[in-house]
């Protein structure tokens, strides 16, 4: 039902790019406990990665191939195993998800995350998905990032802290009518780890409150 599918989008886009985090679901095998996860707020359930983070090669998320592509071979020449790649490697990501929002195209999410450990970046994709089948698309810049800040590398893991804004803007038709509004909020600290395979993928996203 649209009722339905319009309440799930209005859940992820009404706070922002992490409305779905609702507290600490842990850094995922292999890393160091994650930043300010002492501060964090519990993990409901439902939240809960449905696995364990890959301690080697990563699972990524599934779905058709890119029709724009990300160029994922380059990947881990573009943001290379070292701090200042996993922090570049963060903000594309959230540029990458501003950019799938707007065009309603989870495939430029994909290459990107893991959807088996991280329930965030699976109801991203899904939420894209479903604004690409009603032809829906988001207005107005989705995130803004502050600071992007990562911590010394764990093996092939990484932690990186940020700090976002979530602007005002909107969920809109084919036609440009409004299907669901969004009010500003932030900042707001994101925890994101990462695991480098071929590249690194985002494994788990933590909102600390």
């Known amino acids: 039902m649209r009722m339905v599918r319009t309440a799930e989008l209005a859940l992820v886009a009404a706070v922002g790019l992490f409305s779905a985090c609702s507290g600490s679901t842990g850094p995922p095998t292999g890393t160091a406990a994650g930043p300010g996860a002492s501060n964090s707020t519990s993990t409901s359930p439902a939240l809960s990665p449905s696995s364990a983070a890959p301690t080697g ?3 990524l998320g599934s779905g058709p191939p890119s029709s724009t592509p990300t160029v994922v071979s380059d990947l881990a020449v573009r943001f290379p ?24 195209d989870p495939t430029l999410i994909q290459p990107l995350v893991d959807v088996a450990t ?19 698309h988001f207005e107005g810049v989705f995130v803004e990032p502050q600071s992007v800040h ?34 500003a909020s932030g900042p707001l600290r994101t925890d994101f780890f990462l695991q480098f395979g071929d590249h690194w993928v985002v494994t788990n996203l933590e909102l600390v409150r």
């Open 57 to 59: 090669s990563t699972t």
């Open 81 to 104: 195993k070292t701090q200042r790649g996993a922090e570049d490697f963060v903000r594309f990501v959230m540029a990458q998800v501003s950019k799938a929002y707007a065009t309603a």
């Open 118 to 136: 991280c329930p965030d970046c699976a109801r991203w994709v899904s939420a894209t998905t479903n604004m690409k089948k009603m032809r829906e």
């Open 150 to 183: 990562a911590l010394t590398l764990k093996g092939d893991a990484a932690g990186v802290i940020t700090q976002v804004l979530v602007p005002a803007g909107k969920i809109v038709d084919s036609q440009g009518r409004l299907v669901d509004p969004r009010s």
